[in-house]
């Protein structure tokens, strides 16, 4: 089992930004694809962003690209999802995932395309 701690989750106001952070454990990181999906109340899980191994590919759900960035520093084990202008509809908790291949591929924004996941870090976004 992977090991997979989330941080950085908070309460802000809708413009903000916020950066939240997901070190990994246990295994040759830059081996892993790394994906963040995220889950409001009363809804399902849902892909937010992945990026591959060496980091080189990254792939957004439409509603946060522009707005979004992952990356990943594989001297550190962590994986990075910076948001920047956050909107009300945001607010979920944020997973982070990780894969047994470098890359993602397939049905990769199906929760079931991912071997290990975290706990999660709720973000609220207040107006």
């Known amino acids: 089992q992977v090991p997979l701690v989330e941080s950085g989750g908070g309460l802000v106001q809708a413009g903000a930004s916020l950066r939240l952070s997901c070190a990994a454990s246990?295994?040759?990181?830059?081996?892993?694809?790394m994906g963040w999906f995220r889950q409001a109340p009363g809804k399902e899980r849902e892909f937010v962003a992945a990026i591959s191994g060496s980091g080189g590919k990254t792939d957004y759900i439409d509603s946060v690209k522009g707005r979004f960035a992952v990356s990943r520093d594989n001297a550190k084990n962590t994986v990075y999802l910076q948001m920047n202008s956050l909107k009300l509809e945001d607010t979920a908790v944020y997973y982070c995932a990780a894969r047994d291949q470098p890359y993602y591929f397939g049905n990769y924004k199906e929760t079931y395309a991912w071997n290990y996941w975290g706990q999660g870090t709720q973000v609220t976004v207040s107006s």
């Open positions: 246990g295994r040759t990181f830059s081996t892993s694809a």
